[in-house]
């Protein structure tokens, strides 16, 4: 690679790890001390086959403070485990069980299940829609809605802290952050009605129900696979505010164990989420492979410039970590080959939607 491309290669790096560090300091953060929700809130968890997670989400729910009007809706997307058991052994009154029927032609099992969650509200009130798999403080309700309170919000997306375990996902996990703290321009795209202009992650999202039904829900996101983010779209194309938040004080998630399950993951909505063909997806690959590999590469090769490139990567790596909760140190220094595992990952993805073998929990997606 020649020394201009590799200069320009790495001035991209620079821009984009200070673009990361204005965001950091622009991103959203919950109160310390939120105050109490005066309205209903309903926390909706779509389940399937969750028996090993349910329970402890649950569990984290329940203790919410500053909630005194807390409904929690389960919504069994046709469990074939001991999900709905665990469900009802909590016994709390504020939880209802409810089954979901089969998904109608044209939507996709999370939305529905939402959905399905969602219509049983009748509060002009607040929602919020959590994963099983993801882990709530006591405060984390009561703060959500203090955000979309205090900023006028329609939905807030506040990034659960990336837990990894293994050596696969402490390369991969946190990319989903720093690739939207790095191109996302966060004010901009708070006060923005574009709908491209957004980030959400379905770990934890919270809502205003007026806005919620102002969008249509997610009856308007039926057929996404990367739902969440299709719907904070859908919010913003309807005249609403979304945006993603610090979560890192609120929650935290373990998404997946390990390579082989981050393959399957990843493989069901990875080319949903770089545009949706092959030739985003191959062009999205190919930008960030070269603006994070190549100078690092020249670098080894003595390059001054690819050397300024690779540090500017860590740099904005070890930034978005920070801001987000994840480890900053010594995976920042990997920043290179972790989007090479997204390469492999992303390939995969592709390959699968093209052959149209794509399956999540049992249910073909492509």
């Known amino acids: 690679m020649s020394g201009p491309v590799v200069r320009v290669l790495s001035g991209l790096a620079v821009a984009g790890a200070v673009h990361a560090a204005v965001n950091a300091v622009l991103l959203r953060r919950p109160p310390a001390d939120p ?9 909706v968890l779509p389940v399937r086959d969750e028996e090993a997670q349910v329970g402890g989400c649950l569990a984290a729910l329940l203790a919410s ?14 469990s074939t485990d001991g999900t709905a058991a665990v469900v009802r052994a909590v016994g709390d009154p504020r939880v209802r069980l409810v089954t979901a029927p089969p998904p109608p032609a044209g939507w996709l099992g999370k939305p529905h299940a939402c959905w399905v969650g969602a219509q049983t509200v009748r509060d002009d009130g607040y929602l919020v829609f959590l994963d099983a798999d993801v882990r709530v403080t ?8 203090a955000l979309l309170d205090a ?12 837990v990894a375990g293994t050596l696969a996902e402490r390369l991969v996990q946190p990319l989903s952050p720093w690739l939207w703290m790095t191109t996302l321009p966060l004010r901009l795209a708070e006060r923005s009605p ?26 308007a996101v039926r057929d996404e696979v990367v739902e969440d983010v299709a719907l904070a779209r859908a919010v913003k194309r309807s005249g609403g505010r979304a945006v993603p938040a610090g979560g890192a004080a609120l929650a935290e998630c373990r998404m997946y164990d390990g390579w082989t399950a981050m393959r399957e993951g990843y493989g069901k909505s990875l080319w949903a989420s770089v545009g949706g063909s092959p030739a985003a997806s191959a062009a999205a690959a190919a930008v960030l492979t070269a603006v994070g590999v190549v100078p690092p590469l020249a670098a ?19 930034v978005s970590a920070a801001a987000t909760g994840g480890r900053v140190w010594p995976d920042a220094l990997a920043h290179p080959m972790s989007l090479l595992a997204l390469d492999v990952l992303l390939a995969g993805s592709v390959a ?12 073909a997606l492509a």
């Open 194 to 219: 574009r709908p491209s202009l957004t980030a959400a992650n379905g770990q934890f999202l919270a809502l205003t129900r007026r806005g919620y039904l102002r969008a249509r829900g997610h009856a």
């Open 65 to 78: 403070t500053g909630v005194p009007d807390l409904r929690v809706v389960v919504v069994d997307d046709g």
């Open 151 to 162: 900023h006028g919000l329609d939905l807030v997306s506040p990034w659960p802290r990336p």
């Open 352 to 363: 699968g939607r093209r052959r149209g073998t794509l399956t999540w929990r049992g249910r």
């Open 300 to 318: 080894l090769r003595g390059s001054r410039a690819g050397l300024t490139g690779w540090a500017a990567g860590v740099a904005g790596r070890a």
């Open 138 to 145: 006591p405060r984390a309700v009561a703060s959500a809605v």
């Open 35 to 43: 105050p109490e929700v005066a309205r209903p809130v309903t926390a």
